[in-house]
Protein backbone atom coordinates (compact mmCIF):
# COMPACT_ATOMS: atom_id res chain seq x y z
CA UNK A 1 0.00 0.00 0.00
CA UNK A 2 0.75 3.13 -0.99
CA UNK A 3 -0.53 7.24 -0.93
CA UNK A 4 0.16 8.85 -4.23
CA UNK A 5 3.20 11.46 -4.51
CA UNK A 6 2.39 13.17 -7.49
CA UNK A 7 2.13 16.64 -7.11
CA UNK A 8 1.02 19.65 -10.16
CA UNK A 9 4.45 20.13 -11.54
CA UNK A 10 5.86 16.78 -11.11
CA UNK A 11 6.37 14.44 -14.52
CA UNK A 12 4.03 12.22 -15.60
CA UNK A 13 5.69 8.90 -15.80
CA UNK A 14 4.25 4.77 -15.88
CA UNK A 15 2.99 2.48 -17.76
CA UNK A 16 0.33 3.05 -20.48
CA UNK A 17 -2.03 0.89 -18.92
CA UNK A 18 -1.88 1.95 -15.36
CA UNK A 19 -5.19 3.46 -14.04
CA UNK A 20 -7.20 1.76 -16.11
CA UNK A 21 -8.69 -0.86 -14.35
CA UNK A 22 -12.50 0.12 -13.74
CA UNK A 23 -13.43 -0.96 -10.13
CA UNK A 24 -15.82 0.06 -7.68
CA UNK A 25 -12.74 1.66 -6.62
CA UNK A 26 -11.77 4.01 -9.07
CA UNK A 27 -15.49 4.65 -9.59
CA UNK A 28 -15.21 6.00 -6.51
CA UNK A 29 -12.54 7.30 -7.09
CA UNK A 30 -13.78 9.58 -10.35
CA UNK A 31 -16.90 10.65 -8.37
CA UNK A 32 -15.20 12.11 -5.72
CA UNK A 33 -12.64 14.48 -8.17
CA UNK A 34 -16.14 15.77 -9.24
CA UNK A 35 -18.49 15.92 -6.54
CA UNK A 36 -15.72 16.41 -3.39
CA UNK A 37 -17.48 18.77 -1.18
CA UNK A 38 -20.85 18.03 -2.08
CA UNK A 39 -23.03 15.82 0.29
CA UNK A 40 -22.40 12.05 -0.51
CA UNK A 41 -24.80 10.40 2.31
CA UNK A 42 -27.14 11.63 5.21
CA UNK A 43 -27.47 8.65 8.23
CA UNK A 44 -28.95 9.70 10.96
CA UNK A 45 -27.39 13.14 12.06
CA UNK A 46 -24.27 12.34 10.10
CA UNK A 47 -23.52 13.82 6.79
CA UNK A 48 -20.42 12.98 4.33
CA UNK A 49 -19.40 15.23 1.69
CA UNK A 50 -17.56 12.76 -1.13
CA UNK A 51 -13.98 13.65 0.34
CA UNK A 52 -14.78 12.98 3.78
CA UNK A 53 -16.70 9.86 2.59
CA UNK A 54 -12.98 8.55 0.62
CA UNK A 55 -11.22 9.47 3.98
CA UNK A 56 -13.38 7.39 5.53
CA UNK A 57 -12.97 4.55 3.45
CA UNK A 58 -9.44 5.13 3.06
CA UNK A 59 -9.20 4.95 7.08
CA UNK A 60 -10.76 1.74 7.02
CA UNK A 61 -8.80 0.30 4.40
CA UNK A 62 -5.60 1.00 5.92
CA UNK A 63 -6.90 -0.59 9.14
CA UNK A 64 -8.21 -3.57 6.92
CA UNK A 65 -4.49 -3.82 5.37
CA UNK A 66 -2.78 -3.50 8.82
CA UNK A 67 -4.17 -7.30 9.47
CA UNK A 68 -1.87 -8.63 6.29
CA UNK A 69 -5.44 -9.82 4.45
CA UNK A 70 -4.41 -10.68 1.19
CA UNK A 71 -6.41 -9.55 -1.83
CA UNK A 72 -9.17 -12.19 -2.48
CA UNK A 73 -9.92 -12.57 2.22
CA UNK A 74 -14.02 -12.76 2.67
CA UNK A 75 -14.87 -9.99 5.05
CA UNK A 76 -18.46 -10.89 6.20
CA UNK A 77 -20.69 -7.56 6.97
CA UNK A 78 -23.75 -8.98 9.57
CA UNK A 79 -25.92 -5.44 10.23
CA UNK A 80 -28.39 -2.50 9.49
CA UNK A 81 -28.12 0.10 6.91
CA UNK A 82 -25.57 2.34 8.19
CA UNK A 83 -22.69 4.87 6.53
CA UNK A 84 -20.64 2.03 8.47
CA UNK A 85 -22.27 -0.21 6.67
CA UNK A 86 -21.57 1.02 3.37
CA UNK A 87 -18.13 2.28 4.25
CA UNK A 88 -17.28 -1.69 4.78
CA UNK A 89 -17.89 -2.25 1.16
CA UNK A 90 -16.00 0.58 -0.45
CA UNK A 91 -13.31 -0.52 1.24
CA UNK A 92 -12.85 -3.91 0.75
CA UNK A 93 -13.38 -2.50 -2.99
CA UNK A 94 -10.32 -0.44 -2.42
CA UNK A 95 -8.37 -3.23 -1.23
CA UNK A 96 -9.14 -6.33 -3.40
CA UNK A 97 -10.85 -7.70 -0.41
CA UNK A 98 -14.19 -9.86 -0.31
CA UNK A 99 -17.23 -8.20 0.89
CA UNK A 100 -19.89 -11.18 1.87
CA UNK A 101 -22.95 -9.58 3.17
CA UNK A 102 -25.31 -11.02 5.42
CA UNK A 103 -28.62 -10.99 5.99
CA UNK A 104 -29.05 -9.75 9.85
CA UNK A 105 -32.33 -11.61 10.74
CA UNK A 106 -29.65 -14.83 10.16
CA UNK A 107 -28.81 -16.92 13.66
CA UNK A 108 -27.20 -20.22 14.42
CA UNK A 109 -26.77 -22.78 12.10
CA UNK A 110 -28.11 -20.73 9.10
CA UNK A 111 -25.22 -17.67 10.20
CA UNK A 112 -22.58 -20.55 10.74
CA UNK A 113 -22.97 -22.02 7.28
CA UNK A 114 -22.58 -18.42 5.56
CA UNK A 115 -19.93 -17.93 7.68
CA UNK A 116 -18.26 -21.29 6.90
CA UNK A 117 -18.72 -21.43 3.19
CA UNK A 118 -17.91 -17.85 2.44
CA UNK A 119 -14.77 -18.47 4.69
CA UNK A 120 -14.64 -15.13 6.45
CA UNK A 121 -11.79 -14.37 8.35
CA UNK A 122 -13.65 -11.12 10.05
CA UNK A 123 -16.91 -10.41 10.60
CA UNK A 124 -18.12 -6.75 10.88
CA UNK A 125 -21.65 -6.20 12.65
CA UNK A 126 -23.95 -4.34 14.81
CA UNK A 127 -22.88 -4.46 18.62
CA UNK A 128 -26.57 -5.83 19.42
CA UNK A 129 -25.28 -9.02 16.64
CA UNK A 130 -21.79 -9.60 18.33
CA UNK A 131 -22.82 -11.60 20.81
CA UNK A 132 -24.30 -14.23 18.08
CA UNK A 133 -20.99 -14.17 16.48
CA UNK A 134 -19.18 -15.16 19.58
CA UNK A 135 -21.45 -18.36 20.58
CA UNK A 136 -20.58 -19.65 17.31
CA UNK A 137 -16.74 -19.21 17.75
CA UNK A 138 -17.12 -19.99 21.66
CA UNK A 139 -18.82 -23.62 20.30
CA UNK A 140 -16.15 -23.79 17.39
CA UNK A 141 -19.37 -23.80 14.75
CA UNK A 142 -16.76 -20.56 12.83
CA UNK A 143 -13.70 -22.17 12.68
CA UNK A 144 -12.67 -19.41 9.70
CA UNK A 145 -13.17 -16.24 11.94
CA UNK A 146 -10.40 -15.29 13.04
CA UNK A 147 -11.60 -11.52 14.11
CA UNK A 148 -14.75 -9.95 15.32
CA UNK A 149 -15.49 -5.76 14.85
CA UNK A 150 -18.02 -4.01 15.62
CA UNK A 151 -20.11 -1.61 13.41
CA UNK A 152 -20.74 1.12 15.59
CA UNK A 153 -18.86 2.15 19.71
CA UNK A 154 -21.25 0.18 22.63
CA UNK A 155 -19.76 -3.10 22.61
CA UNK A 156 -17.01 -4.45 25.10
CA UNK A 157 -14.55 -4.92 22.97
CA UNK A 158 -11.14 -3.08 23.61
CA UNK A 159 -10.90 -2.63 19.38
CA UNK A 160 -12.26 0.66 18.29
CA UNK A 161 -15.52 0.51 16.10
CA UNK A 162 -15.49 0.65 12.30
CA UNK A 163 -17.02 4.31 12.70
CA UNK A 164 -14.68 5.40 15.45
CA UNK A 165 -11.88 4.18 12.71
CA UNK A 166 -13.30 6.33 9.51
CA UNK A 167 -14.21 9.28 12.04
CA UNK A 168 -10.41 9.80 13.05
CA UNK A 169 -9.18 12.71 12.20
CA UNK A 170 -5.76 11.48 13.61
CA UNK A 171 -5.25 9.08 10.74
CA UNK A 172 -4.61 11.25 7.72
CA UNK A 173 -2.33 9.04 5.68
CA UNK A 174 -3.42 9.85 2.23
CA UNK A 175 -5.46 7.85 -0.19
CA UNK A 176 -5.09 4.10 -0.71
CA UNK A 177 -3.83 3.18 -3.74
CA UNK A 178 -3.49 -0.57 -4.50
CA UNK A 179 -3.77 -2.18 -7.60
CA UNK A 180 -7.15 -4.24 -8.28
CA UNK A 181 -7.97 -6.38 -11.13
CA UNK A 182 -11.65 -5.09 -12.66
CA UNK A 183 -12.48 -8.77 -13.05
CA UNK A 184 -11.34 -9.55 -9.24
CA UNK A 185 -13.71 -10.90 -6.97
CA UNK A 186 -16.05 -7.91 -4.74
CA UNK A 187 -19.00 -9.53 -3.60
CA UNK A 188 -20.06 -13.14 -2.16
CA UNK A 189 -24.22 -12.47 -2.88
CA UNK A 190 -25.63 -15.40 -1.11
CA UNK A 191 -28.97 -16.12 -3.20
CA UNK A 192 -31.21 -19.71 -1.88
CA UNK A 193 -32.10 -22.42 -4.29
CA UNK A 194 -34.46 -25.36 -4.06
CA UNK A 195 -32.25 -26.73 -1.23
CA UNK A 196 -31.20 -25.75 2.40
CA UNK A 197 -28.13 -24.19 1.03
CA UNK A 198 -27.73 -21.28 -0.17
CA UNK A 199 -25.16 -20.43 -3.16
CA UNK A 200 -22.97 -17.65 -2.93
CA UNK A 201 -22.79 -16.07 -6.24
CA UNK A 202 -19.01 -14.21 -7.48
CA UNK A 203 -19.63 -10.98 -8.65
CA UNK A 204 -16.61 -9.09 -9.94
CA UNK A 205 -16.31 -5.25 -10.20
CA UNK A 206 -16.82 -5.47 -13.53
CA UNK A 207 -19.96 -7.17 -13.50
CA UNK A 208 -21.15 -4.74 -11.19
CA UNK A 209 -20.02 -1.64 -12.91
CA UNK A 210 -21.88 -2.73 -16.16
CA UNK A 211 -25.24 -3.67 -13.41
CA UNK A 212 -24.69 0.11 -12.56
CA UNK A 213 -24.96 1.98 -15.59
CA UNK A 214 -27.65 -0.29 -16.52
CA UNK A 215 -29.24 0.56 -13.37
CA UNK A 216 -28.77 3.96 -14.44
CA UNK A 217 -30.13 3.71 -18.30
CA UNK A 218 -32.93 2.25 -17.28
CA UNK A 219 -34.16 4.05 -14.12
CA UNK A 220 -33.24 7.13 -15.42
CA UNK A 221 -31.50 7.77 -12.74
CA UNK A 222 -30.14 12.38 -11.94
CA UNK A 223 -27.78 13.28 -8.93
CA UNK A 224 -30.40 15.51 -8.35
CA UNK A 225 -33.14 13.36 -7.60
CA UNK A 226 -32.69 13.43 -3.54
CA UNK A 227 -32.71 9.50 -3.16
CA UNK A 228 -33.78 7.62 -0.06
CA UNK A 229 -32.55 4.56 0.37
CA UNK A 230 -34.39 2.18 3.20
CA UNK A 231 -34.19 -1.21 1.80
CA UNK A 232 -31.55 -3.53 3.24
CA UNK A 233 -27.74 -2.97 2.01
CA UNK A 234 -27.48 -6.57 2.54
CA UNK A 235 -29.63 -7.75 -0.67
CA UNK A 236 -28.11 -6.64 -3.74
CA UNK A 237 -31.12 -4.28 -4.94
CA UNK A 238 -30.40 -1.85 -2.21
CA UNK A 239 -26.37 -1.72 -2.69
CA UNK A 240 -26.23 -2.53 -6.37
CA UNK A 241 -29.06 -0.83 -8.16
CA UNK A 242 -29.27 2.18 -5.88
CA UNK A 243 -27.10 3.19 -3.56
CA UNK A 244 -23.75 2.80 -5.96
CA UNK A 245 -25.25 3.75 -8.89
CA UNK A 246 -26.39 7.07 -7.33
CA UNK A 247 -23.14 7.87 -5.60
CA UNK A 248 -21.12 7.47 -8.63
CA UNK A 249 -23.50 9.92 -10.12
CA UNK A 250 -22.66 12.40 -7.54
CA UNK A 251 -25.90 12.18 -5.63
CA UNK A 252 -26.68 13.15 -2.54
CA UNK A 253 -28.22 9.82 -0.62
CA UNK A 254 -30.59 9.78 2.50
CA UNK A 255 -29.77 6.23 4.25
CA UNK A 256 -31.77 4.77 6.62
CA UNK A 257 -31.89 1.45 9.27
CA UNK A 258 -34.77 -0.19 8.04
CA UNK A 259 -37.93 0.81 5.78
CA UNK A 260 -39.87 2.07 8.81
CA UNK A 261 -43.01 3.54 6.78
CA UNK A 262 -43.82 6.23 8.89
CA UNK A 263 -40.18 7.35 8.89
CA UNK A 264 -39.97 6.98 4.81
CA UNK A 265 -43.37 9.18 4.80
CA UNK A 266 -41.52 11.76 7.26
CA UNK A 267 -38.65 12.45 5.55
CA UNK A 268 -39.98 12.34 1.90
CA UNK A 269 -41.95 15.17 2.76
CA UNK A 270 -39.03 16.97 5.26
CA UNK A 271 -36.11 16.45 2.87
CA UNK A 272 -38.11 16.55 -0.56
CA UNK A 273 -37.03 13.06 -1.51
CA UNK A 274 -37.27 12.43 -5.31
CA UNK A 275 -36.67 8.92 -5.87
CA UNK A 276 -37.72 6.11 -3.50
CA UNK A 277 -37.51 2.63 -3.89
CA UNK A 278 -39.16 0.00 -1.88
CA UNK A 279 -40.04 -3.91 -1.86
CA UNK A 280 -43.95 -4.74 -2.89
CA UNK A 281 -44.17 -5.29 1.18
CA UNK A 282 -43.17 -2.13 2.13
CA UNK A 283 -45.63 -0.21 -1.05
CA UNK A 284 -48.71 -2.21 0.72
CA UNK A 285 -48.82 -1.12 4.06
CA UNK A 286 -47.48 2.61 3.29
CA UNK A 287 -50.84 3.15 1.05
CA UNK A 288 -52.82 1.98 3.88
CA UNK A 289 -50.79 4.20 5.92
CA UNK A 290 -52.73 7.14 8.11
CA UNK A 291 -49.83 9.34 7.64
CA UNK A 292 -50.13 9.33 4.10
CA UNK A 293 -53.03 11.57 3.13
CA UNK A 294 -51.65 13.73 5.67
CA UNK A 295 -48.39 14.00 4.25
CA UNK A 296 -46.51 16.55 1.35
CA UNK A 297 -45.14 13.78 -1.52
CA UNK A 298 -45.31 16.49 -4.22
CA UNK A 299 -41.24 15.78 -4.32
CA UNK A 300 -41.56 12.42 -5.17
CA UNK A 301 -41.06 11.63 -8.91
CA UNK A 302 -39.58 8.43 -9.12
CA UNK A 303 -40.88 5.38 -7.19
CA UNK A 304 -39.70 1.88 -7.78
CA UNK A 305 -40.26 -1.36 -6.53
CA UNK A 306 -39.22 -4.59 -6.83
CA UNK A 307 -37.74 -8.12 -5.52
CA UNK A 308 -41.43 -9.98 -5.73
CA UNK A 309 -44.68 -9.17 -7.47
CA UNK A 310 -46.79 -6.00 -6.86
CA UNK A 311 -50.31 -6.29 -6.49
CA UNK A 312 -51.77 -4.42 -9.32
CA UNK A 313 -54.59 -3.35 -7.30
CA UNK A 314 -52.42 -1.12 -5.32
CA UNK A 315 -50.68 -0.39 -8.20
CA UNK A 316 -52.99 1.23 -9.99
CA UNK A 317 -54.31 2.91 -6.39
CA UNK A 318 -50.65 4.89 -5.77
CA UNK A 319 -50.62 6.00 -9.21
CA UNK A 320 -54.47 7.47 -9.90
CA UNK A 321 -53.32 9.33 -6.16
CA UNK A 322 -50.07 10.55 -7.01
CA UNK A 323 -49.85 10.71 -10.51
CA UNK A 324 -46.40 12.93 -11.07
CA UNK A 325 -45.15 9.99 -9.89
CA UNK A 326 -43.39 7.78 -12.51
CA UNK A 327 -43.34 3.94 -11.43
CA UNK A 328 -40.76 1.67 -12.25
CA UNK A 329 -40.77 -2.04 -12.08
CA UNK A 330 -37.68 -3.76 -11.25
CA UNK A 331 -36.94 -7.83 -11.62
CA UNK A 332 -34.02 -9.36 -11.50
CA UNK A 333 -31.80 -11.91 -9.53
CA UNK A 334 -28.66 -11.62 -7.49
CA UNK A 335 -26.70 -13.35 -10.09
CA UNK A 336 -27.03 -10.57 -12.30
CA UNK A 337 -26.44 -7.40 -9.72
CA UNK A 338 -29.55 -8.30 -9.70
CA UNK A 339 -31.48 -5.63 -12.35
CA UNK A 340 -32.25 -7.77 -15.59
CA UNK A 341 -35.86 -6.03 -16.40
CA UNK A 342 -37.78 -3.07 -16.14
CA UNK A 343 -41.28 -1.52 -16.75
CA UNK A 344 -41.21 2.07 -17.05
CA UNK A 345 -43.52 4.82 -16.24
CA UNK A 346 -44.84 5.50 -19.45
CA UNK A 347 -45.37 1.81 -20.53
CA UNK A 348 -47.53 0.58 -16.88
CA UNK A 349 -50.74 1.81 -18.10
CA UNK A 350 -51.16 -0.73 -20.86
CA UNK A 351 -48.80 -3.43 -19.51
CA UNK A 352 -49.14 -3.16 -15.67
CA UNK A 353 -48.11 -6.83 -15.00
CA UNK A 354 -44.98 -6.75 -16.83
CA UNK A 355 -42.07 -6.58 -15.18
CA UNK A 356 -40.70 -4.86 -18.63
CA UNK A 357 -37.84 -5.06 -20.81
CA UNK A 358 -34.42 -6.54 -20.19
CA UNK A 359 -32.01 -3.64 -19.73
CA UNK A 360 -28.67 -2.32 -21.83
CA UNK A 361 -26.29 -4.79 -20.70
CA UNK A 362 -28.53 -8.05 -20.61
CA UNK A 363 -29.92 -10.32 -23.49
CA UNK A 364 -32.27 -12.57 -22.70
CA UNK A 365 -34.04 -15.07 -24.01
CA UNK A 366 -37.30 -17.57 -23.61
CA UNK A 367 -36.27 -21.68 -24.02
CA UNK A 368 -39.77 -24.10 -23.94
CA UNK A 369 -38.96 -27.38 -21.47
CA UNK A 370 -38.26 -29.04 -25.23
CA UNK A 371 -35.38 -26.42 -25.38
CA UNK A 372 -36.34 -24.42 -28.35
CA UNK A 373 -36.81 -20.48 -28.61
CA UNK A 374 -40.59 -19.86 -27.08
CA UNK A 375 -42.74 -18.58 -29.51
CA UNK A 376 -44.68 -15.00 -28.66
CA UNK A 377 -46.58 -15.16 -25.80
CA UNK A 378 -45.51 -19.31 -24.82
CA UNK A 379 -44.41 -20.07 -21.78
CA UNK A 380 -40.99 -20.98 -21.30
CA UNK A 381 -37.78 -20.08 -19.26
CA UNK A 382 -36.17 -16.90 -19.35
CA UNK A 383 -32.06 -17.01 -19.54
CA UNK A 384 -29.94 -14.51 -19.81
CA UNK A 385 -26.44 -13.24 -21.06
CA UNK A 386 -24.66 -10.48 -19.71
CA UNK A 387 -21.84 -8.95 -18.74
CA UNK A 388 -23.26 -8.29 -15.88
CA UNK A 389 -23.34 -12.19 -14.69
CA UNK A 390 -21.64 -14.02 -11.51
CA UNK A 391 -18.22 -15.30 -12.26
CA UNK A 392 -19.81 -18.74 -10.99
CA UNK A 393 -20.96 -20.30 -7.68
CA UNK A 394 -18.27 -19.79 -4.75
CA UNK A 395 -17.68 -23.34 -4.08
CA UNK A 396 -19.98 -25.27 -5.87
CA UNK A 397 -18.61 -26.19 -9.52
CA UNK A 398 -21.45 -28.73 -10.17
CA UNK A 399 -24.13 -26.13 -9.43
CA UNK A 400 -22.48 -23.08 -11.66
CA UNK A 401 -21.96 -25.95 -14.69
CA UNK A 402 -26.18 -26.42 -13.89
CA UNK A 403 -26.86 -22.87 -14.07
CA UNK A 404 -25.56 -22.33 -17.60
CA UNK A 405 -26.86 -23.68 -21.15
CA UNK A 406 -24.23 -22.58 -24.14
CA UNK A 407 -23.37 -19.56 -22.28
CA UNK A 408 -26.33 -18.43 -21.27
CA UNK A 409 -27.75 -18.22 -17.62
CA UNK A 410 -30.62 -20.39 -16.90
CA UNK A 411 -32.67 -18.35 -13.81
CA UNK A 412 -35.53 -20.44 -12.83
CA UNK A 413 -38.38 -18.01 -13.61
CA UNK A 414 -40.73 -18.97 -15.93
CA UNK A 415 -42.22 -16.26 -17.94
CA UNK A 416 -44.06 -15.15 -21.14
CA UNK A 417 -42.40 -12.42 -23.75
CA UNK A 418 -44.52 -10.60 -26.20
CA UNK A 419 -43.31 -9.79 -29.99
CA UNK A 420 -42.09 -6.52 -28.33
CA UNK A 421 -40.12 -7.73 -26.08
CA UNK A 422 -41.72 -7.13 -22.90
CA UNK A 423 -41.86 -10.32 -19.96
CA UNK A 424 -44.42 -11.18 -17.65
CA UNK A 425 -43.81 -13.90 -15.20
CA UNK A 426 -45.97 -16.83 -15.01
CA UNK A 427 -44.15 -18.74 -12.22
CA UNK A 428 -41.18 -19.76 -10.65
CA UNK A 429 -39.84 -22.98 -11.86
CA UNK A 430 -37.77 -23.69 -8.88
CA UNK A 431 -39.84 -24.48 -6.05
CA UNK A 432 -38.46 -21.42 -3.91
CA UNK A 433 -41.34 -19.12 -1.83
CA UNK A 434 -40.64 -15.16 -2.44
CA UNK A 435 -41.77 -13.92 0.88
CA UNK A 436 -41.53 -9.92 1.02
CA UNK A 437 -38.94 -10.07 -1.67
CA UNK A 438 -36.68 -12.64 0.13
CA UNK A 439 -36.28 -16.34 -1.26
CA UNK A 440 -36.72 -19.04 1.17
CA UNK A 441 -35.95 -22.28 0.42
CA UNK A 442 -39.43 -25.03 1.61
CA UNK A 443 -36.80 -27.64 2.55
CA UNK A 444 -35.30 -25.49 4.94
CA UNK A 445 -38.34 -24.61 6.80
CA UNK A 446 -39.67 -28.07 6.40
CA UNK A 447 -36.25 -30.40 8.01
CA UNK A 448 -37.04 -27.71 10.68
CA UNK A 449 -40.49 -28.64 11.11
CA UNK A 450 -39.75 -32.56 10.58
CA UNK A 451 -37.51 -31.99 14.39
CA UNK A 452 -41.00 -31.92 15.85
CA UNK A 453 -41.51 -35.20 17.38
CA UNK A 454 -45.33 -35.13 16.30
CA UNK A 455 -44.76 -34.46 12.94
CA UNK A 456 -45.31 -37.22 10.13
CA UNK A 457 -45.24 -35.44 6.95
CA UNK A 458 -45.05 -31.77 6.35
CA UNK A 459 -44.97 -29.80 3.25
CA UNK A 460 -43.90 -26.03 2.41
CA UNK A 461 -45.44 -23.99 0.30
CA UNK A 462 -46.42 -20.47 -0.71
CA UNK A 463 -49.52 -18.91 -1.05
CA UNK A 464 -50.55 -15.82 -2.68
CA UNK A 465 -50.82 -13.23 0.01
CA UNK A 466 -51.74 -9.39 -0.36
CA UNK A 467 -48.80 -8.38 2.07
CA UNK A 468 -46.35 -10.75 2.08
CA UNK A 469 -46.99 -11.56 -1.34
CA UNK A 470 -46.43 -15.30 -1.08
CA UNK A 471 -47.22 -16.32 2.62
CA UNK A 472 -45.30 -19.59 3.48
CA UNK A 473 -47.92 -22.25 4.71
CA UNK A 474 -46.96 -25.76 6.23
CA UNK A 475 -49.31 -28.78 5.63
CA UNK A 476 -48.71 -30.52 8.33
CA UNK A 477 -49.78 -34.21 8.92
CA UNK A 478 -49.32 -35.65 12.43
CA UNK A 479 -48.65 -38.91 13.64
CA UNK A 480 -51.48 -41.11 15.11
CA UNK A 481 -52.28 -40.05 18.77
CA UNK A 482 -50.48 -36.78 18.72
CA UNK A 483 -51.65 -33.37 18.98
CA UNK A 484 -49.60 -29.98 17.92
CA UNK A 485 -50.73 -26.29 17.35
CA UNK A 486 -49.79 -24.06 15.09
CA UNK A 487 -48.05 -21.77 16.98
CA UNK A 488 -45.83 -24.61 18.33
CA UNK A 489 -44.85 -24.94 14.86
CA UNK A 490 -44.32 -21.35 14.46
CA UNK A 491 -42.26 -20.87 17.99
CA UNK A 492 -40.02 -24.27 16.63
CA UNK A 493 -39.37 -22.69 13.77
CA UNK A 494 -38.22 -19.19 15.20
CA UNK A 495 -36.31 -20.91 17.65
CA UNK A 496 -34.25 -22.38 14.62
CA UNK A 497 -34.70 -19.89 11.53
CA UNK A 498 -34.61 -16.29 11.07
CA UNK A 499 -38.04 -14.93 11.80
CA UNK A 500 -39.41 -14.60 8.59
CA UNK A 501 -38.89 -18.07 7.49
CA UNK A 502 -41.79 -19.15 10.21
CA UNK A 503 -45.05 -20.03 8.76
CA UNK A 504 -47.74 -17.82 8.19
CA UNK A 505 -50.00 -20.28 8.00
CA UNK A 506 -50.19 -23.48 9.56
CA UNK A 507 -52.58 -26.73 8.13
CA UNK A 508 -53.46 -29.72 9.78
CA UNK A 509 -54.92 -32.83 7.37
CA UNK A 510 -54.79 -35.83 6.94
CA UNK A 511 -52.33 -37.02 4.35
CA UNK A 512 -50.78 -34.93 1.42
CA UNK A 513 -51.62 -35.14 -2.16
CA UNK A 514 -49.70 -37.52 -4.34
CA UNK A 515 -49.20 -38.77 -8.01
CA UNK A 516 -49.32 -42.53 -8.61
CA UNK A 517 -45.66 -42.74 -8.65
CA UNK A 518 -45.27 -40.92 -5.09
CA UNK A 519 -44.39 -37.62 -5.86
CA UNK A 520 -45.97 -34.66 -3.63
CA UNK A 521 -48.40 -32.52 -5.55
CA UNK A 522 -47.23 -29.39 -4.39
CA UNK A 523 -49.41 -27.46 -6.97
CA UNK A 524 -52.26 -29.00 -5.97
CA UNK A 525 -51.68 -27.52 -1.96
CA UNK A 526 -51.30 -23.99 -3.76
CA UNK A 527 -54.71 -24.54 -5.30
CA UNK A 528 -56.62 -25.93 -2.87
CA UNK A 529 -55.60 -22.65 -0.28
CA UNK A 530 -55.86 -20.42 -3.03
CA UNK A 531 -59.29 -21.13 -3.30
Known amino acids: ?57 DRIARRLMGLGLSQGTRIAAYGANSDAYLLL ?42 PLVDELRSSAQAPAVEQLWSMFPGSDSSEPSLLETALNDDDDAGPVE ?33 EYISSIIALDLTADDRPLVAMPLYHSAGMHVFMLPYLSLGATVRL ?64 SRYPQIGFYNCF ?31 EARVVTTEGIIASPGESGEIQYRSPQLLAGYWNKPEA ?57 EVAVVGIADDLWIEAITAVVVLKEGTSLTAEAVRAHVKSRLADYKAPKRVDFVAELPRNQSGKLL ?6 ERAE
Not at 349 to 357: F, K, L, N, Q, V
Open 400 to 456: TAEAFADGWFRSGDQVTQDSQGYIQVVDRIKDVINTGGVNVAPREVEDCIYELSEVA
Open 178 to 210: IAVGEHALLQLLYTSGTTSAPKGAMMTHAALIA
Open 522 to 527: KRQLRA
Open 89 to 130: FLACAKTGLVHVPVNFALKGGELSYLLNDSGASLVVADPELL
Open 332 to 362: GQSELGPLCTVLRPEEHETRPASCGRPVFFV
Open 1 to 57: MNASSATPDAPVTGSPSAGRADTVGALLRRTVSRNGPMNAVLFEDRRWTYAQLEKGV
Open 256 to 319: IARPDVGKILSLVEKERIGSLFLAPTVWVPLSNHPDLAARDLSSLTKAQYGASIMPVTVLQRLR
